[in-house]
């Protein structure tokens, strides 16, 4: 089975700080994605990737940043956390254009 | 409007009961279909995927796809209180052929 791996179930920052969320696939997919989860809205994709070094936004991409350096990592980054960036963020990969995602377990990130 | 429109639900039913969930998507031409269980507090879980029209099956599970309606069903056989969580369908649409994911039914099976 493929195992998407998200470095933290729950963490706490302070309002301000910079925030690595960490992503590893172990099946070589090529695509990965970040998302957040919130009451009411639904899930929103924050920025996509679909090959090393490569990058597009999505929907709701300010405040967040991304980077893929190897295949199998795909890291998102909070530049300045701020409060109304408490959530819970997903991350998937799959392995091409037509599959279905494959997502990890999520990180509860709460901003204080 | 939405590209992919769920009922919110709850949608209630009793234990051994069919339930039956229903996505319409905004897209024609959209080629692959998605359905997902969330349990509260979890990530996503895929469960069914379909392609071509008509039924496809796997285990109490059924999946059903129109395409000349726009229109994806899922069916859950002698529904169980475990299969209670929010179903999310999803469908492939757009640049990239991203996954466009409806805001979900929420399932709620009682004893």
């Known amino acids: 089975d493929v195992k998407v791996t998200q470095s933290s179930r729950y963490l706490v920052k302070r309002t301000g700080e910079k925030v690595f969320l960490e992503c590893v696939q172990d099946?070589?997919?090529?695509?990965m994605f970040w998302y957040r989860q919130d009451p009411g809205l639904g899930l929103r994709l924050i920025y996509f990737?679909?090959?090393?070094?490569?990058?597009e936004k999505g929907d709701i991409p300010e405040g967040y940043s991304v980077s893929r350096e190897k295949k199998e990592r795909f890291s998102l980054i909070l530049e300045s956390a701020s409060t109304n960036q408490t959530s819970m963020y997903l991350c998937?990969?799959?392995?091409?254009?037509?599959?279905?995602?494959?997502f990890g377990s999520g990180t509860r990130l709460t901003v204080v | 409007q939405k590209e992919v429109e769920q009922n919110s639900g709850p949608l209630s039913v009793p234990e051994g009961a069919i339930a039956s969930l229903n996505c319409t998507y905004s897209?024609?031409?959209?080629?692959?279909f998605f359905w997902y269980r969330q349990y509260s507090g979890k990530s996503p879980e895929l469960i069914m995927f379909?392609?071509?029209?008509g039924d496809k099956e796997d285990g109490r599970f059924t999946a059903q796809l129109n395409k000349a309606s726009q229109y994806v069903s899922l069916l859950i056989r002698d529904s169980q209180p475990s299969d209670s969580a929010t179903y999310l369908c999803?469908?492939?649409?757009?640049?990239?052929?991203?996954?466009?994911f409806g805001a979900g039914t929420r399932l709620a099976v009682h004893p």
């Open positions: 379909i392609y071509s029209n």
């Open positions: 897209d024609r031409g959209s080629q692959s």
């Open positions: 998937a990969s799959r392995p091409g254009p037509n599959y279905g995602y494959t």
């Open positions: 990737s679909y090959d090393v070094k490569m990058k």
């Open positions: 999803a469908v492939i649409s757009g640049g990239y052929n991203k996954l466009i």
């Open positions: 099946m070589d997919h090529e695509n």
